[in-house]
Structure formats: structure tokens, C-alpha cells
């Protein structure tokens, strides 16, 4: 085993699936920003979701959101639904584990708010349900995907927003999904705030 070789590996196809990520992603992502942007400025709020690493992806948005990214400025309304062990353990409990997003969902989202919902695979059952009580609410859906964007890329409308990494492995697929958190936050920051850095 060359492990040598494989560890370089790894910054290899990561830089590769950077770059298929640049050229298919740049557009939606700056959409992605004016959408999250004009809401937040409308006393909209930001609801993300995701399962193990993609619930870490989730709630570090949602830090950058409420706390601050690079710069100091006012805090934006956002609440991650994988972060409460309370509400997690007893909606998994009583409901099941598939509903422990769109219950929260039900609870907490109103028409103008914005769902990040975050699947390397597009196939989580839970983050499915919570994109169609989102519909049901009339937010708007922001994806982060992968792979060929499984079901979430067949139920998302003309109206959301999908960012589908080309890539099929997951680990690859979440590198970027963090590029793309870190590129929101320093979107909205620079339609705060003025120029970047
Ligand atoms: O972080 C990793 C793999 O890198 C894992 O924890 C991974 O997030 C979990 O297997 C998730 O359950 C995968 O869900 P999804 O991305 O397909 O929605
Ligand atoms: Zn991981």
C-alpha cells in the first residue's frame, strides 16, 4: 500500500471536483446569495438540515449566520434543525427518525423563509420530508446535493435553487459543499457590507 499516493490523492480529485464544481456552480451560487439575501432582508429566516457530516455543514452556516463570518455586522436570523438533542431524540422517538426535520419544519417555518437542505446523496428520507413541508409552507429551497441529485433534484421546482456537486463520492461532494457555505456567508457579507477583504 502506497499510502503516499494515496493521500495525495486526495488533494488531487479534491482540486478536480473543485473545479468541475466552479464551472457548473458559479451561477446558482450567486443566485443563491441574492435569495438568501433579499429574505433575511425581509425578516425572512434561514432554516438548514442535514445528516452526520452534512448536519456539521448545517449548523457551522447557521453559526456564521447568527455569530459572524469574517466581519462584524448584525446578527441574520437562522436556525439549524440538527441541533437539538431534545427535540431530535423525542420527534425520532415518537414520530420517527424520517420526520425529525419536517416536524420542526411545521413548527418553525413560515412563507418567505428560506430551507438549506444539505444531502451528499439527494436520497435522505428526512431531508426529503422536510423540502416537501417547505413546499407545503411555500419556502423556497435551497439543495446542496451530489452524485445525480437523487429524489431531492426530482421534487425541487423552478423556483428553488439546486447546487448538485459532479462528483459521486461523498466525501468529495461535501468538500465543496463547504466552499459553497463559506461562498454564501461571504456573498451576503459583501451585499451587507460592501466588498470582500
Ligand atoms: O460525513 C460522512 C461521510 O463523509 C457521513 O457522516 C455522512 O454524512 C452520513 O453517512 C450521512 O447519513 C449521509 O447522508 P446524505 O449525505 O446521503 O444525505
Ligand atoms: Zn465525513
Do not use: W
Not at 493521500?7 to 435569495?35: G, Y
Not at 430551507?115 to 420530508?129: E, K, Y
Request: hydrophobic share 45%.
Amino acid at each position: 500500500m502506497d499510502l503516499t499516493a494515496l493521500m495525495n490523492s486526495h488533494f488531487n480529485d479534491s482540486v478536480l471536483a473543485m473545479q468541475r464544481s466552479a464551472e457548473a456552480l458559479t451561477e446558482p451560487l450567486a443566485a443563491a446569495v441574492e435569495l438568501l439575501f433579499a429574505t433575511l432582508a425581509n425578516n425572512g429566516k434561514i432554516l438548514a438540515c442535514g445528516n452526520g457530516g452534512s448536519a456539521a455543514d448545517a449548523q457551522h452556516f447557521i453559526a456564521e449566520l447568527v455569530g459572524r463570518f469574517e466581519r462584524d455586522r448584525l446578527p441574520l436570523a437562522g436556525i439549524a434543525l440538527n441541533t437539538d438533542t431534545s427535540i431530535l431524540t423525542a420527534v425520532g422517538n415518537d414520530y420517527g427518525f424520517d420526520q425529525i426535520f419536517e416536524r420542526q419544519i411545521s413548527a418553525l417555518g413560515q412563507t418567505g423563509d428560506i430551507l438549506v437542505a444539505i444531502s451528499t446523496s439527494g436520497n435522505s428520507q428526512n431531508v426529503i420530508n422536510a423540502i416537501r413541508v417547505a413546499h407545503e409552507r411555500d419556502m423556497v429551497v435551497i439543495a446542496l446535493t451530489g452524485k445525480d441529485g437523487g429524489q431531492i433534484g426530482q421534487l425541487l421546482t423552478d423556483t428553488d435553487i439546486h447546487l448538485c456537486v459532479p462528483d459521486d463520492r461523498t466525501m468529495r461532494i461535501q468538500e465543496v459543499h463547504i466552499v459553497l457555505l463559506h461562498a454564501l456567508c461571504d456573498g451576503i457579507d459583501a451585499l451587507l457590507l460592501g466588498e470582500p477583504l
